[in-house]
């Protein structure tokens, strides 16, 4: 049987409309809580991308406007989406930084998926020590200075988009969770990540990244049964 797709896609905030026209009445409502306007254009963007993607998977099947998608959120945080005001089964993932976000969905209900995106830049000594394992602290302070920015990116990077996949947050100490970094040669193409230990909810779990420009994208996916395998290639992205 053929791996189930999963799509995503990355979004400058200079694509979003000028106008709230495309929202739909809920996240108009949602919009107006916002005191801070920062906040206001991060949630915007995010929106944005989120509805510019399920817009892309569904419009084969029906003739779909972008304000007739509303996305939503789970009270654990997680978003959602429905079409028409009918849920659909799927999972999504929302991710922003600065003026970049990044959006994956996925059809199959066995899965769920993580995003994150990431701007490439120096950590403190603090934060690594912090955050990440001992053999994940030891390995970044061992590379020449100039990768131990992209390694320590992408080992919270890699965290967040775990988190996400299983729907947790950020409620459990990220030294939890154990990364094992390949070698951090850029590719086109996305790259593995070993999961050396993560909560229990975890079960059968992926974990992919990719550089993009001056971010690295990070991908996790939990497969609810235990014997299926996930690769790479069925990430695809949408432009």
Same mark, same amino acid.
């Given at each position: 049987m053929a791996p189930p797709l999963i799509y995503w896609n990355l979004v400058d905030a200079s694509h979003v409309p000028e106008g709230n026209a495309w929202l739909s009445e809920?996240?108009?409502?949602?919009?107006?809580?916002?005191?801070?306007?920062?906040?206001? !254009?991060?949630?915007?963007?995010?929106? @944005?991308?989120?509805?510019?993607?399920? #817009?892309?998977?569904?419009s084969n099947e029906n003739d779909l406007s972008i304000d007739q998608i509303s996305i939503k959120n789970e009270s654990s945080g997680a978003?959602?989406?429905?079409? +028409?005001?009918?849920?659909? !089964?799927?999972?999504?993932?929302?991710?922003?930084?600065?003026?970049?976000?990044?959006?994956?969905?996925?059809?199959?209900?066995?899965?769920?998926?993580?995003?994150?995106?990431?701007?490439?830049?120096s950590k403190s000594r603090g934060f690594i020590e912090d955050y990440f394992t001992i053999p994940e602290s030891e390995y970044v302070f061992a590379l020449p200075p100039e #990768?131990?920015?992209?390694?320590?990116?992408?080992? @919270?990077?890699?965290?967040?988009?775990?988190? +996400?996949?299983?729907?947790?947050?950020?409620?459990?100490?990220?030294r939890q969770i154990a990364l094992n970094l390949p070698p951090l040669?850029?590719?086109?193409?996305?790259?593995?990540?070993?999961i050396?230990?993560?909560?229990?909810?975890?079960?059968?779990? !992926?974990?992919?990244?990719? +550089?993009l420009n001056h971010s690295v994208v990070t991908f996790a996916i939990k497969h609810n049964q235990q014997e299926n395998d996930f690769p790479s290639t069925g990430i695809q992205q949408i432009l």
């Open positions: 809920e996240e108009l409502q949602q919009l107006q809580s916002f005191r801070f306007e920062k906040r206001r !254009k991060d949630w915007l963007l995010g929106r @944005w991308t989120a509805k510019r993607l399920i #817009q892309s998977i569904f978003p959602y989406a429905m079409i +028409k005001g009918e849920r659909i !089964k799927a999972s999504l993932s929302i991710s922003h930084r600065e003026n970049l976000a990044s959006t994956a969905f996925g059809t199959d209900p066995d899965i769920s998926i993580g995003i994150d995106l990431e701007e490439i830049e #990768q131990q920015a992209l390694a320590a990116s992408l080992l @919270w990077s890699g965290r967040e988009a775990i988190v +996400k996949a299983l729907q947790i947050g950020l409620r459990v100490d990220t040669t850029l590719s086109d193409d996305w790259q593995p990540i070993e050396l230990q993560c909560p229990a909810e975890g079960l059968n779990r !992926k974990l992919f990244w990719r +550089k």
